[in-house]
């Protein structure tokens, strides 16, 4: 790999702490003064920017996701297989959200989040794998 | 429209995606977070985009961007919302 790493470093810094910030946003907090529409709508888009952001990232470093994508776009219509690829990742995450929703009822928020966090902290010990290429 | 090119690309797509970790973070931010409607719209719109940028860009976004760069900050990402709803979980359970 090149060192054009080095030089980004501070700007990768910044980014790093802006996803944390909205990360914030992003758990569910049962207590607290935050009410009203004023704070939902914050929330909302707190949530969607560090789910974007973290997923955006996650799959922009995945090369097969790409590849499979770029093998069926050899194709006469790369286009029809795009509407095809991003109907099925909608669904796929439909799903995963609405699965996860079903277990939230299941089981106690506590638990939950505990088990979302491990869960995550999985996805993040994945990934430094890859990137120190083990 | 090809409707077999594009049901082909669909279900191709979709069982590769089943139990990928995006998923796995869907359903973990899914069911932990105050607003699952803004958590299926970030990783919906996120994985469109990265797709969409892949067929546009032709060569494949990982190719351009320094790979390690980017899966670090996703890395730091994903480990920051966890230790905020490990955090947040220590309260409640107090």
Do not use: C, H, Y
């Not at chain 1, 009822?105 to 505990?114: A, K, M, Y």
């Not at chain 1, 979302?116 to 430094?128: E, G, K, P, W």
């Not at chain 2, 990928?20 to 069911?31: E, R, T, V």
């Not at chain 2, 994985?47 to 976004?61: D, E, I, N, Q, R």
Request: net charge negative; glycine share 10%; proline share 3%.
């Amino acid at each position: 790999m090149t060192d054009s790493t080095l030089d980004s470093s501070s700007a990768t810094a910044d980014e790093a702490v802006a996803a944390g910030t909205t990360a914030e946003s992003a758990v569910r907090s049962d207590s607290g003064p935050d009410s009203g529409p004023n704070s939902e709508k914050t929330n909302f888009w707190g949530v969607f920017s560090s789910t974007f952001l973290t997923i955006f990232l996650a799959e922009l470093g995945d090369k097969t996701q790409v590849t499979t994508l770029m093998m069926s776009a050899e194709s006469q219509s790369p286009w029809t297989v795009f509407i095809g690829a991003a109907l099925a990742l909608i669904s796929t995450s439909l799903i995963g959200v609405l699965l996860g929703q079903w277990l939230s009822t299941r089981v106690s928020p506590r638990t939950l989040d505990t088990l979302a966090a491990v869960v995550l902290l999985v996805i993040t010990i994945t990934l430094v794998a890859d990137v120190m290429g083990v | 429209m090809d409707w077999n090119l594009l049901g082909l690309s669909f279900v191709a797509v979709f069982i590769s995606e089943l139990g990928d970790k995006s998923q796995l973070a869907a359903i973990a931010l899914g069911g932990s977070s105050s607003s699952p409607k803004a958590v299926f719209l970030g990783t919906a719109g996120a994985l469109v985009l990265a797709s969409f940028l892949g067929v546009a860009l032709g060569s494949g976004t990982a190719q351009i961007l320094p790979e390690k760069l980017v899966k670090g900050i996703a890395a730091i990402g994903f480990a920051t919302i966890a230790l905020q709803l490990l955090w947040v979980s220590d309260e409640n359970g107090a």
